[in-house]
């Protein structure tokens, strides 16, 4: 083992993100020591049982006190009071980072509690799936990924090399933006299309003239698709809502006036507008299956024969 | 080989679904004899490229006249013109039948040029891939799926059966409903997310703010997932769009109501809805797994860690 980047690694939070965390500092001996704290007690005996670090507690102010690097990586709307309690037990020269989806809400929330003496330095793995909890991590998550640093003027350049160093070594590449900038990008990418997913799902539920079973049934028809993103942890995604607000109210007027305006070329029979969007939109995938950011396997290689067989039988 | 189900299958469009279909038939030998008919002489020399059957030609008047069962598989917007050709020159007893993603409209176009000699009975294979084009079909297609008829009342009980067995000999499960029915079910289930997945791909296409690069580049925090439909051939969507215009409407209508409902909860910080509504999607997610017709396994299980290797030098 080479000398690890850092001696003592602390995570806060050990849920999808801390746990993967977790799984590829020892996979990949980033840390000598790794402390693992949560609020929670069942999910600190969780990751207990999955050995998932050295030392384990439900108090942040002690999970600190000897942290090189801190990550904390909670739902954004509880950056604050986790950086509350932690600034006045960081040690002389600490990097103290996030992986929250929203990053100008954090950067208020957290900055002012963390002392001059420290380093703080938002971030956000572009990595996850739909599941959470210290179960569903794997050591794999940031490989191949992206991960945005959003450091604001005048943080120390070394702490931004060796964050940023960390971050390579889990696997991602490492790019820097404003935090505003992270936010009205990740609005579009992400909060959006959750937000779309979950709406479509209980526009569908709440039907009358179709039954919930017919919905499922027949979901491989696209429906499918949108339950995944709307299967996402509901905290975490209500408090990227609360926390991006200005960002997300702007793509979703934007996606509004976008579909009254389809839904008159629906209206009106206006196949020539309707074929031109259609096929405007596969020139998107292309590139983004040639940035391989996705599979151009069809329907993304999933494999459902084995389970499809109950179909049969329902 | 056991005695085929059909002497004559003509196959009349040679697409995703018509090439898979050829596919089906000659690997588990439903037909003695296949005919292919196309109207693009292009798609006729790549079928015949594929070997996908015995006879190739323009002609769908010649294609037909010998044939026990004819399926067409076209954009739903050219059935009648389809049904208007073949009519003619079908035999006695011939069954004819489509796969088209709307059916009130397609009984309406076809119906009427079908003469009482023979069966017309619509239907719809819930299967598909974003991929279009007969090198894009396959044999497995329609393996596990569903398949729903909506014959008319007072078709030929033994035609509805023989038309029965040939889809459970391509692996599917059959189901009947009326046509308004299957119009409004898949309205919800495939029209409306593939016509939300256009659009949000289009909102982010004329986004000035954030770059097309920066959509692509962290895409996977989402957004790629709607750019799969997206993706889906632009003729057959424009014209499910413009033959299921009523009941497409009316769940356009219940979507925007319900999306200006959470975006007022995103404006006014309304965090118990958004949880609420949040919690409730995941247990249709959990249903459509449970009933095979979606994988459990994370992000649809795809594998791009090969593909991301990109990311890291562009």
């Not at 979950?198 to 499922?216: F, Q, R």
């Not at 049934?217 to 609360?242: E, I």
Request: charged share 25%.
């Amino acid at each position: 083992m080479t000398d690890p980047l850092f001696e003592n690694v602390t995570l806060i939070g050990i849920g999808l993100i801390g746990s993967s965390l977790a799984r590829v500092i020892r996979a990949k001996g980033l840390a000598r020591h790794v402390t693992i704290a949560t609020r929670s007690a069942p999910t600190l005996e969780a990751a207990r049982a999955l050995d998932l670090g050295h030392a384990y507690t439900l108090s942040n102010a002690e999970a600190v006190a000897d942290a090189d690097l801190v990550i904390v990586s909670v739902p954004v709307g509880a950056s604050e009071a986790v950086a509350r309690e932690i600034g006045p037990h960081l040690k002389r020269g600490a990097i103290v980072t996030d992986v929250g989806s929203t990053k100008a809400s954090v950067v208020r929330q957290m900055q002012p509690h963390i002392p001059e003496t420290a380093h703080f330095i938002a971030g956000h793995p572009i990595a996850g799936t739909e599941q959470s909890g210290p179960e569903s991590g794997f050591a794999e998550l940031f490989e191949g990924r992206w991960c945005i640093l959003t450091p604001t003027p005048g943080t120390d350049a070394d702490a931004i090399a060796r964050l940023k160093a960390f971050w390579e070594a889990c696997g991602s590449t490492v790019e820097e933006m404003d935090p505003e900038h992270h936010d009205l990008v990740l609005a579009i990418v992400s909060h959006l299309p959750h937000i779309i997913a979950y709406n479509i799902v209980g526009t569908a539920d709440d039907l009358e003239t179709v039954t919930k079973s017919e919905v499922i049934k027949y979901s491989a028809s696209g429906f499918r698709d949108f339950t995944r993103l709307a299967a996402s942890d509901p905290v975490m995604w209500r408090d990227v809502c609360l926390h991006n607000r200005d960002a997300i109210l702007e793509m979703l007027a934007r996606f509004s006036e976008d579909l009254a305006s389809l839904q008159r070329a629906v209206r009106w029979g206006d196949g020539d507008k309707l074929f031109d969007l259609f096929t405007r939109t596969r020139g998107i995938r292309r590139s983004i299956v040639e940035a391989g950011q996705d599979t151009d396997v069809p329907n993304f290689g999933r494999n459902v024969l084995k389970q499809d067989a109950k179909a049969g039988s329902s």
